[in-house]
């Protein structure tokens, strides 16, 4: 089982740049790393997958080392609405979603 | 696309009286998953199908809980007698076929006195 760890809280001010790590030392050859953000009172949602190297979409980049035993989620220019708990998860699909845990999270609080 | 639909969004009831939530998945999704999350526990996954047929079952808390997934639009999460330590936020999930990316629903706040 891929056991990550993250910083348990962060925080920031409005219009910096956030880089929250995880740590996942026993990663497997075939797993991916995913990171969900979630709102108070609503589900975790999505916001980017990768496997190694550097991965961006509309929303955040995902930085992956070389022997990706950490990764690096990236919010350019948080805003207060980005305030939420931030999880990395470590797994395929393939060896079963047990795998997938979400463990406690980053809880980031973005101030004015 | 309306997402994955639970019902009902709350849910208070009495020790030792039977609960049942419901989930709707996202159409196209072959993936249903069962998560529980509480402050000191955070999200754990008790439970999760894949095209209808459950997989694993290993986080189901004791026999109190019981799963199904009659079909590919609709999955139910009973509890029978439900007890105050059951009260926690209760979410359902689908997946993509052929990725790991999970979609929640809004989630079912259960409170049992």
């Known amino acids: 089982l891929a056991k990550t760890t993250q910083p348990i809280s962060m925080d920031s001010y409005e219009g910096q740049e956030v880089n929250i790590t995880c740590s996942h030392n026993?990663?497997?050859?075939?797993?991916?790393i995913t990171w969900y953000q979630q709102f108070p009172s609503q589900g975790p949602r999505f916001i980017i997958q990768g496997y190694k190297t550097k991965v961006t979409n509309e929303v955040a980049s995902l930085f992956i080392p070389a022997d990706r035993k950490s990764s690096t989620l990236s919010l350019p220019r948080v805003s207060l609405s980005d305030t939420a708990v931030y999880y990395c998860?470590?797994?395929?699909?393939?060896?079963?979603?047990?795998?997938?845990?979400f463990g406690t999270g980053t809880r980031l609080l973005v101030s004015p | 696309d309306a997402g994955v639909i639970q019902s009902p969004r709350h849910e208070v009831t009495e020790m030792g009286q039977e609960v049942t939530l419901r989930c709707k998945p996202i159409?196209?999704?072959?993936?249903l998953f069962w998560y529980r999350q509480t402050m000191m526990r955070g999200l754990e996954l008790l439970i999760y199908?894949?095209?209808?047929?459950?997989?694993?079952d290993s986080g189901m808390p004791e026999d109190r809980f019981s799963a199904k997934m009659p079909n590919a639009s609709f999955s139910t999460l009973k509890i029978q007698p439900s007890e105050p330590r059951d009260s926690a936020v209760y979410f359902c999930?689908?997946?993509?076929?052929?990725?790991?990316?999970?979609?929640f629903g809004p989630g079912t706040r259960l409170t049992v006195l």
């Open positions: 998860l470590v797994g395929d699909r393939n060896t079963g979603f047990q795998k997938l845990v």
């Open positions: 159409s196209g999704h072959d993936y």
């Open positions: 026993n990663i497997a050859t075939n797993d991916y």
């Open positions: 999930a689908s997946s993509t076929p052929g990725t790991d990316t999970q979609y």
């Open positions: 199908f894949n095209n209808n047929v459950p997989i694993d």
